[in-house]
């Protein structure tokens, strides 16, 4: 419990919990076809601080359901959503992405940016699934092997930290084998790590660690944070995020 309120503590203040940028995501709403669509209802489940539910809010004319199991990260997303003219467009929902209480056939789209690892690429699609109205659209970025092949190091790490990781082929036939019909796919750019993700991250390590004595537990997240960091800038050609747009059949 220590180490997930001090890695809450980490990323509370954050625009961004993982990579991703507004431009992506209004890539992957402009694929998905949403656009054309009126009084839409859209889940977003993982959400953190709402980066992407802002962006929903602001592009399409819906209702969006951000969800998150940290009250902290959704606590940022209102004081944001507060100074746009978009708050009355999201509903705050504290819960579990595995144990969500939705209706079926709910929703037109599903969206989850950098969040699924949590349960599982394959289990998080069929839990989800049943939400989806048929022909809804499930938007999802996934850690995705970018080659065949990658350097030992690498694969040992993510073996451990995420084993679904995969090739976008794989991920793909996982969506057809559970009732999708893929209609988008792109790969985050490096910015998306770097620039919005990992430099502002570095920029918290220093009054995080003060803030907790330099504990020894501080400084292991530090230290992991870093380590995965380094992993990136010297592999970032065998491995990134996926943007996977789907409709259900």
């Avoid at 509370?12 to 694929?31: K, N, S, V, Y």
Wanted: hydrophobic share 40%; proline share 3%; charged share 25%.
């Amino acid at each position: 419990m220590e180490n997930l309120q001090l890695l809450i503590d980490l990323h509370r203040d954050a625009q961004r919990q993982g990579p991703g940028g507004e431009e992506q995501t209004r890539l992957a709403i402009m694929l998905s076809g949403l656009g054309r669509g009126k009084n839409l209802k859209i889940a977003d489940i993982g959400c953190g601080s709402g980066a992407s539910t802002l962006v929903l809010a602001s592009t399409l004319d819906a209702h969006i359901t951000a969800v998150d199991l940290v009250p902290e990260f959704l606590n940022t997303l209102a004081e944001a959503a507060s100074r746009t003219e978009v708050g009355d467009h999201i509903t705050r929902l504290t819960e579990s992405m595995d144990k969500l209480t939705f209706a079926e056939a709910e929703f037109d789209a599903i969206w989850s940016e950098g969040a699924i690892y949590n349960m599982g690429f394959a289990r998080g699609i069929e839990a989800w699934s049943r939400f989806l109205k048929p022909g809804g659209i499930l938007a999802l970025s996934e850690l995705t092997w970018l080659t065949d092949e990658r350097p030992e190091e690498l694969q040992r790490y993510w073996d451990r930290e995420y084993p679904q990781v995969d090739t976008a082929s794989a991920k793909m036939s996982v969506l057809e084998r559970l009732g999708f019909s893929p209609i988008g796919y792109f790969v985050l750019p490096e910015n998306c790590w770097l620039d919005k993700y990992y430099r502002p991250l570095q920029g918290r390590f220093a009054g995080f660690l003060e803030r907790h004595q330099h504990s020894d537990a501080a400084r292991a997240i530090v230290e992991t944070e870093e380590n995965e960091i380094s992993l990136y800038e010297r592999y970032k050609t065998f491995i990134g995020y996926g943007y996977y747009l789907a409709q259900r059949l």
